[in-house]
């Protein structure tokens, strides 16, 4: 994904290291210099003040190196109430020559102006030197109340001390609420004391087979002390963890666990398919009664004033089947299925109510009527949200694909898996979260924003931190600073120097929106016929310039930089980054193969898709596979894919490298959509064709079979394996389809790999 030039950009001239941006910065003369084992002083008996030092001293110890000492008194940074500070989460923050004062009437206003003071003391790469900070007066406030990131620990589980290393680093930028979703169909991960098979049987799953044994099962499950750990460490960095226990739908793992709080009585496994399942909650007097328990315990856990209930993607079968739900419905004078949700959402949400707590759900809980006591997540879109703010009802703005941060950040080969609607840095920053839909007077309602880390395909804390950072920062400025002082370029001033906090953190930061993309004029077959290869370089963020090498050589700050396409003869590899105005790399570098060998091969992350399809997902070998590759770009709907314009009047053999993948997709509905082929072997077959996409343009012309191959049995094969032949002689560039036609009752396949060859079989 290649959105801007090379050249260097203009930045804005020496930017605060401050993400995200403040209300208000003057500037003033002079500055004061922090000496390593400067004191942070606080007024004594202040609890708040002396968690926000606490706080403080230990991301200036891993962000600069420099040991700050926390004590009640002063200091030469010191940590004050001011009741002329308005908001729990405003705070004023002053430097001058007699020292940095961080000045709120709350305890968050604390936390973040202590925040604002470690960005200060760590504004570039050095680490362990004296920091000389500016005179500066800032006078800061959020512009919304819930600046939300959710991790998705159902479907694949991460570890307790994975989930506090995310919290530390959203305090690093303002985030003030975590939302777990802690239940779904392929697990549950909330002890309930008075229900221990939800973690004894639904804490665990036998993960999909893509052919022989299935693996060892797979899971986990947090106690309730390991979460009240947490809720208290959150607390003291001023985030409030929002839980999710995820019903009517998405109930598999529960249904799993208590077959009779189902709606037929019978007890599936733990799924282990993506998607949607049909299992639902028994809405009768057994469900609602186990619903009300199982939120006495989260509510004994979370403390925080809403508790999410999902209510997403509850495909209502079983309802309509279930003589019992019928006549319940009947019963309570509803229409339908959806209202019948509603109502058992209603419960719920009085029933919190009742204990001093609100009810949030997905925007789905709009379909049979709101309740009055619910408040609404949209995510399929901003209509349930603007609807909603429209009807008086609390909402928050989390639509796909643009906050689900499961989605791609590139299209480069070397992303981990995750969804192929991708959605960049830039993507997220220019989001708006007030939509224009809702009315002046009911923009009350808009509480903030939320980004979303679904799991499915993030299996380690590697993946779920290269998917949140740095993006996180680009939601933190979205939500907390003025929409008229937002400014893309600024940020990324801004954002340098936050990435390499992360980092120093321990944390793994997606570089994507800085690394160098190659992009060849032309086709292939252009360059290789003409001996001569011609490309652009350019990176998603205008932000460096880029440089390279084309000896092998690591590029640095000295190398040459790239103005204008480069010609080369082929053979030669590019190595490129780009480098800030410090001469800092922003990426690592990346190359690029111009050699006749690398111009002939094609990678998955290179195939296109077959006509009348699209690829939705990159996904794993397998659905617990830690590595981040091979990876793979697939259609579910249409096992088929594309080498387009293949030099054909070049290449005289060809070898397919082929994965046999899980088929663990749960479609529902859209099972429809599912393009069958007619398999004329036993297991299916590979087929070849050229002029596919140009057949299916034009009725007249007739596509060319290039090879068949026999798909091998999955039960004894290996799940990966090649086939290679020869290809015909023909005049120039013709696009190669590679389809699948194994039963849909099969594994999925995928190619991994085609190489083309200029020499014959």
């Known amino acids: 994904m290649l959105l801007c030039s090379s050249a260097a950009v203009a930045q804005a001239s020496d930017p605060l290291p401050l993400t995200p941006l403040p209300q208000s910065v003057v500037r003033g003369t002079g500055s004061f210099t922090v000496q390593d084992g400067a004191a942070i002083g606080t007024a004594a008996g202040d609890q708040g003040a002396a968690a926000a030092a606490r706080v403080l001293a230990a991301h200036v110890k891993t962000e600069r190196g420099l040991t700050l000492a926390p004590r009640e008194g002063s200091g030469a940074i010191t940590l004050t109430r001011d009741a002329s500070v308005r908001g729990d989460e405003a705070y004023r923050l002053v430097v001058d020559g007699k020292g940095i004062r961080v000045s709120a009437s709350g305890d968050r206003g604390l936390l973040y102006g202590a925040m604002t003071v470690a960005q200060l003391l760590s504004p570039d790469r050095g680490i362990g030197k004296p920091v000389k900070v500016p005179a500066v007066t800032i006078e800061d406030a959020p512009r919304f109340g819930w600046r939300g990131l959710m991790m998705d620990v159902a479907r694949h589980y991460q570890p307790i001390e994975s989930i506090h290393a995310v919290v530390d680093q959203m305090a690093s930028v303002k985030l003030n609420t975590l939302h777990l979703h802690l239940t779904d169909d392929q697990g549950w991960r909330f002890e309930v004391k008075r229900y221990p098979k939800l973690t004894e049987v639904g804490a665990w799953r036998t993960p999909p087979s893509s052919g022989g044994a299935p693996g060892a099962k797979v899971g986990g499950f947090y106690t309730q002390e390991q979460l009240k750990a947490l809720v208290a460490y959150a607390a003291e960095r001023g985030i409030t963890i929002v839980p999710e226990i995820d019903l009517p739908g998405h109930a598999q793992a529960l249904v799993a666990a208590y077959p ?30 186990f619903v009300k328990e199982v939120l006495d315990e989260l509510m004994a856990v979370f403390p925080g004033t809403y508790i999410h209930l999902g209510g997403d993607e509850a495909i209502k079968d079983q309802w309509q089947r279930s003589a019992e739900v019928q006549a319940q419905i009947k019963k309570l004078g509803l229409k339908d299925e959806n209202e019948l949700q509603s109502w058992l959402i209603d419960e719920f949400g009085n029933y919190l109510a009742g204990k001093g707590r609100r009810l949030i759900g997905w925007d789905e809980i709009l379909e049979g009527g709101l309740p009055p006591s619910a408040s609404v997540m949209s995510w399929r879109g901003e209509k349930g949200a603007v609807d909603a703010a429209n009807q008086n009802h609390d909402v928050v703005l989390s639509p796909a694909p643009t906050l689900y941060l499961d989605s791609l950040q590139s299209d480069r080969g070397d992303e981990p898996p995750g969804r192929l609607s991708i959605q960049t840095l830039a993507d997220v920053y220019k989001y708006e979260p007030m939509p224009a839909g ?3 007077e009911k923009a009350k309602h808009v509480l903030g924003a939320q980004a979303n880390a679904w799991s499915e395909y993030l299996v380690t804390p590697y993946q779920v931190q290269h ?25 990324l001033a801004r954002l340098d120097p936050q990435i390499q906090r992360w980092r120093r953190s321990g944390l793994e930061v997606a570089d ?21 290869a011609r490309v652009a370089l350019a990176t998603q963020a205008p932000y460096g310039t880029i440089r390279y090498t084309l000896d092998g050589k690591t590029p640095t700050a000295r190398s040459s930089a790239f103005k204008a396409p480069l010609d080369l003869k082929p053979g030669v590899t590019i190595r490129a980054a780009a480098f800030d105005a410090a001469g800092n790399v922003t990426a690592q570098p990346r190359s690029f193969d111009t050699s006749r060998a690398a111009l002939l091969t094609r990678t998955s992350s290179e195939l296109i898709t077959c006509p009348r399809g699209a690829y939705g997902l990159r996904v794993p070998l397998t659905s617990e596979a830690t590595d981040n590759a091979p990876v793979f ?15 054909l009047d070049i290449a005289k053999s060809f070898t397919i490298d082929v994965a046999r993948l899980p ?17 004329v072997t036993a297991h299916g077959e590979l087929v070849i064709t050229a002029r596919c996409i140009a057949a299916e343009k034009d009725k007249t012309i007739k596509p060319i079979v290039v090879a068949s191959f026999a ?15 020869a290809l015909p002689a023909m005049a120039g560039d013709e696009d190669l389809c590679f389809q699948f036609t194994s039963p849909l009752s099969d594994p999925f396949y995928a190619v991994e790999r085609a190489t083309l060859r200029e020499a014959a079989q």
């Open 260 to 289: 009779e709080l189902g709606v037929f009585g019978d007890r599936p496994e733990v799924s282990h398919d993506w998607g949607i399942n049909p299992y639902l909650l028994n809405p009768g007097p057994k469900g609602v009664a």
């Open 438 to 440: 809702i009315d002046g």
């Open 467 to 491: 998917m949140i950072f740095p993006r996180a920062a680009a939601l933190a400025e979205i939500t907390w600073s003025a929409k008229e002082k937002r400014d893309f370029t600024s940020f």
């Open 512 to 532: 994507s929106a800085f690394a160098v993309g190659f992009q060849l004029q032309g086709t292939r077959g252009d360059a290789l016929r003409a001996n001569r």
């Open 633 to 647: 770009n697939v259609n579910l709907f249409d096992t088929c894919s594309v080498y387009p314009a293949a030099p």
């Open 663 to 679: 088929r663990h997709y749960g479609l529902a509905h859209d099972t429809k959509a599912l393009r069958e082929h007619y398999n």
């Open 711 to 725: 798909l091998p049995d999955p039960a004894t094969a290996p799940a990966r394996f090649s086939f290679s032949g």
